[in-house]
């Protein structure tokens, strides 16, 4: 069962820009704080930002100011608008459900992932 599906991933050069998009049950998103990861080979998978059930947001300080994180709870969706990419950001993209804010500048990943999608920041 599958129970988050990303999409929006590719091939983009530096500077451009990509919206990752993340398929979830309603009953997911309602009651759970989402958050994306991303990960490449040999490293290990790495936290991008989160949302809580509120407003509240969290970011990376690698991706501060270039993303943002949002949610549509009719549209059962979690987006990352990902600005002024760079090389650095290619990975492959994962979105998270079932986490939690340790603290408000800490963020705890659930167990559900979806499948991942690749982004490739290359000139």
């Known amino acids: 069962q599958v129970q988050l599906v990303e999409s929006g991933g590719g091939l983009v050069q530096p500077g451009g820009s990509l919206r990752l998009s993340c398929v979830a049950s309603e009953s997911i998103l309602s009651r759970s704080p989402m958050a994306w990861y991303r990960q490449v080979p040999g490293k290990e998978r790495e936290f991008v930002a989160a949302?809580?059930?509120?407003?509240?947001?969290l970011y990376a300080d690698s991706v501060k100011g270039r993303c943002t994180i949002s949610r549509d709870n009719t549209e059962a969706t979690v987006a990352l608008q990902m600005n002024s990419l760079k090389p650095e950001d290619t990975a492959v993209y994962y979105c998270n459900a079932g986490g939690y804010f340790r603290t408000l500048n800490t963020y705890n990943p659930g167990t559900t992932w979806g499948q991942g999608t690749q982004v490739t920041v290359s000139s």
């Open positions: 949302l809580g059930l509120g407003s509240h947001s």
